[in-house]
């Protein structure tokens, strides 16, 4: 199985990146032969992945990045990099390859500071890979000072590094980097395509496949979440009977108050699995003698550290939010088409009595208020509003219609 069978709905793009990896093997094999280049060559220095929540860019990327680091011996027999069983695939695929360095924000932006080590590992020749390559998950979250830095080393690139960037549109991205990247726009996954990859990879049962691929719209990492988290089909459960739940302001208040516990629950349960195991890998790096006390002059190291296990924590809970939110935008839209008497499939099949009590008791105009409700909350979430206050206008909002 290649790397690019694990991409879902994304066969144009895979096929150019496919045509992209050949060339860029070509031209690591010329030049350990000392033989001049290939023309007309298809790969280029810089990559730049947009598309949707869902339509798998990281994924992409890190696909690319597998086929790049492809050693399987069939490459000289004519066959295509990205075998998907090889060391440098392998490694590339599970983040652990020494020349794929991954980037992705701790918080709400990627810092200078965050980048610093990347930046000037990009100018360095690979280890022991067939190519430098450096995945920035979110490149809509660089600040002006850590975008500054990777526009330096696209300018200037080392002639072996490979920089593949990630966002959701070309707007997010600063246009002096766009215009120095090879732009690829992925689109979103068909429902049928997402429900077919579930049962073909993860066994899952047809119809639970099929239900899950439905309520996330094609988003294929949240369907494999939902149709094999327990956890996560109860959230969604709570979220989508919110709408029943405030009819006063006290069923407002609460609302809002067990969304943001929920979302907070989810940033403990992330720092539990990561945050220990990271302070402990840490404090032996540093020297830690037995009793835990640290050497002197390693305060800063460790208070960095909590810095970023602080930002994290605060990312997973707007993250976790966020998700609550596109569902509840998602059961207001089937609301919509209920009440406009559209015939497209709805996405909450599993709450259409919900549905089908709140289109009776509204109207199209009061749920399109409270759809740009949600997306107020949004945008408030964005500049950094407490979540509780946020979320409590938004529920507010969403009762009055």
Known sequence: ??????????????????????????????????????????????????????????????????ALQCVSPDRALGGSPGC????????????????????????????????????????TS???????VILVEDAERLNEKSANAVLKALEEPAPRTVWLLCAPSLEDVLPTIRSRCRHLNLSTPSVEAVADMLVRRDGIEPAIAAAAAGATQGHVERARRLATDERARERRAAVLSLPLRIDDIGGCLRAAQELVDAATEDSRQLAEEVDTKETEELKTALGAVQGGRMPRGTAGVMKELEDRQKRRRTRTQRDSLDQALTDLTGFYRDVLALQLGSRIALANT????????????????????RIEAIAACREALDRNVAPLLAVEAMTMALRTG
């Open 350 to 369: 599993d709450a259409e009595d919900a549905l089908e009590r709140l289109a009776r008791g509204s109207t199209p105009e009061s749920t399109l208020r």
């Open 126 to 132: 690979p280890a022991n890979g067939r190519w430098q």
């Open 84 to 123: 998907g069983f090889c060391d440098g695939c392998h490694t590339a695929l599970i983040g652990t390859h020494a020349d794929v360095t991954t980037v992705a924000a701790v918080g709400t932006q990627i810092l200078a500071e965050d980048m610093r080590d990347t930046v000037r590992k990009s100018f």
């Open 1 to 66: 199985m290649s790397v690019w069978d694990d991409l879902v709905g994304q066969e144009r793009v895979s096929g150019q990146l496919d045509a992209a990896a050949r060339d860029a093997d070509a031209l690591v094999t010329a030049a350990a032969a000392y033989a001049p280049p290939p023309e007309a060559s298809k790969m280029t220095h810089a990559w730049l992945f947009t598309g949707p929540p869902g339509a798998g860019r990281t994924q992409v990327a890190r696909a690319f990045a597998a």
